[in-house]
């Protein structure tokens, strides 16, 4: 299972940007999708996350900016930015908690990530 991401970019303050995250691969199900970023010299956190029931989860500084949602159809999963800021500055990875494929009725549970896309927020 392989996540790619899309629609990383320069943007300026305030305005917008969307991400995707389409997987591909021996996909039996995918449970929950997450977002995540990391700015330079910190750690990597958890933006927003979604079930597969579509329930959305968000960390406090992007509620209100930030819309994740999916498509189950398509496994893919989007996370639409606004009002964004230079603090918002980071290498987005998209992640996947799976089940995939083996072989006739055998099924593993994985964790997958994406490669990682920049999003740069100039002031």
């Known amino acids: 299972v392989q996540l790619v991401e899309s629609g990383g970019g320069l943007v300026q303050a305030g305005g917008s940007l969307g991400l995707s995250c389409a997987a591909s691969?021996?996909?039996?199900?995918?449970?929950?999708n997450g977002w995540y970023r990391q700015a330079p010299g910190k750690q990597r956190e958890l933006v927003a996350a979604i079930t597969r029931d579509g329930s959305p989860n968000y960390t406090d500084s992007v509620k209100g900016r930030f819309t994740i949602s999916r498509d189950n159809a398509k496994n893919t999963v989007y996370l639409q930015m606004s009002s964004l800021k230079p603090e918002d500055t980071a290498v987005y990875y998209c992640n996947a908690a799976a089940i995939a494929t083996i072989s006739t009725g055998t099924y593993r549970g994985l964790e997958v990530w994406g490669q990682g896309t920049l999003v740069t927020v100039s002031s």
């Open positions: 691969g021996s996909i039996y199900r995918i449970d929950t």
